[in-house]
């Protein structure tokens, strides 16, 4: 699930307060649902998010996600409300669970009539982070959480989804035998 740049604009002019906070993050971050549900003050570290070994997916190295100025500034706003616990929560100042995400997406989806899924922020910012970006994969697989480009090529860059990047591949790839012949 990858959305356009259209469809992206739909489900931000339907989603409202905490929910497009988390939505928003989600989408300039690449990082997991999870990632952002279970995140606390105390994994603020200025532009860095650290989640220690025991609390990153593997379990096995530090998670790190590199915060953009924009998801910066929704964290250094929820933060400042969140003091304890949780820094993404719903209108009702709960943590956000599987379930409560899973329903607000279900809810935007019938609004906007296209599935609407968490991930699909994350399957979002790996395909427009490689083409249009000009990030290379193994950068982008540290950004993601991965320790090499493998998964990213595999499961996330949706590159067959771009046509017009293909095009220009293709012409780039023989572009070096004409200029030689």
């Known amino acids: 699930m990858v959305y356009t740049d259209a469809q992206w604009n739909k489900i931000t002019s339907h989603a409202k307060g905490p929910v497009l906070d988390l939505l928003n993050f989600l989408y300039l971050t690449g990082c997991r649902p999870i990632e952002a549900r279970i995140l606390e003050a105390k994994h603020i570290h200025d532009d860095l998010i650290i989640f220690p070994a025991d609390e990153s997916k593997g379990e096995v190295d530090p998670r790190v996600i590199f915060l953009p100025p924009e998801a910066k500034e929704i964290v250094d706003r929820l933060r400042l409300t969140n003091v304890d ?44 982070a ?22 990213v090529s595999r499961v996330y860059s949706h590159i067959a989804k771009n046509p017009n990047f293909l095009r220009e591949q293709a012409r780039k790839a023989i572009s070096r035998r004409k200029s030689a012949g």
Not at 98 to 118: L, N, Q, S
Not at 132 to 151: C, I, N, W, Y
Request: aromatic share 10%; hydrophobic share 35%; glycine share 10%.
């Open 130 to 151: 490689l083409p249009q970006g000009g990030v290379d994969p193994v950068s982008l697989a540290h950004l993601m959480g991965h320790k090499d480009p493998t998964m």
């Open 85 to 128: 616990g949780y820094v993404f929560r719903n209108s009702r100042g709960n943590s956000w669970t599987k379930h409560a995400v899973k329903c607000a997406m279900a809810r935007i989806t019938e609004k906007v009539g296209f599935r609407v899924i968490a991930y699909g922020t994350r399957h979002s910012y790996a395909t427009n």
